[in-house]
């Protein structure tokens, strides 16, 4: 069985910077598309960076010129390096893989368990 885990959050002041790790664990086959998302309580999840096939890379508005999405694909990690921080990037990140392993029938979506970035002074 696959599991994503997440390292690198924590409490960091208006400017700074982190960098986010997720790993993928278990046999994997192909990893198609590569994507963070983050959620703030009660609102909904949103979409924050992904890279897909063909290393085609995306970003939110929000995040756009602040945020770099990476991946080191021989070790199934992924990357999302943080600069600039706002107060308002404050938000539990989950890593995200689309994924196909040997032991199942087609691509399945797997989740990280999340981590806690909080921008504050």
């Known amino acids: 069985q696959v599991q994503l885990l997440e390292s690198g959050g924590g409490l960091v002041q208006p400017g700074g910077s982190l960098k986010l790790s997720c790993k993928a664990s278990g046999v994997i086959r192909n990893i198609a598309i590569w994507a963070w998302h983050r959620q703030v309580p009660g609102k909904q999840r949103e979409f924050v960076a992904t890279i897909r096939r063909g290393d085609v890379i995306n970003y939110s508005d929000s995040v756009k010129g602040r945020f770099t999405i990476s991946r080191a694909s021989a070790e199934n990690t992924m990357y999302l390096q943080m600069d600039n921080l706002k107060p308002e990037d404050t938000a539990v990140y989950y890593c995200?893989?689309?994924?196909?392993?040997?032991?199942?029938?087609?691509?399945?979506?797997?989740w990280g368990q999340g981590t806690q970035v909080t921008v504050s002074s």
């Open positions: 995200n893989m689309f994924l196909e392993t040997p032991s199942q029938s087609g691509y399945t979506n797997a």
